[in-house]
């Protein structure tokens, strides 16, 4: 009676541990696959804004104006070639 008792309680804890052990797995796996879709999502924010910024640049070079653009500690003026073909 007692060995029953024993094999039980042994049961019992290695049925616990083993979904002790799914639970971190599970949590494990889906907290990568949350920093991984988190990073995609902030990839895919910074692209939309370099493509946001360079459209900004060419609208405003388009229309002859003269953008500044500053780099660290150096700024350079752009101008459309075609602007300073008119201006000739």
């Known amino acids: ?3 029953r008792n024993i094999q039980g309680i042994v049961m019992i804890v ?3 541990l083993l979904v002790l052990a799914g ?3 599970a949590f494990s796996k889906y907290t990568a696959w949350n920093q991984e879709n988190q990073l995609g999502t902030f990839q895919q924010g910074a692209q939309y804004g ?3 910024a360079i459209l900004q640049i ?3 070079v388009a ?3 003269q953008v500044p ?3 660290e500690n150096q700024t350079i003026n752009i101008i459309a070639v075609e602007c300073l073909q008119q201006a000739q």
């Open 1 to 3: 009676m007692v060995k």
């Open 50 to 52: 370099y493509q946001q």
């Open 14 to 16: 290695l049925i616990l």
């Open 63 to 65: 229309t002859c104006q």
């Open 58 to 60: 060419a609208n405003q």
């Open 23 to 25: 639970g971190y797995i």
């Open 69 to 71: 653009l500053t780099i």
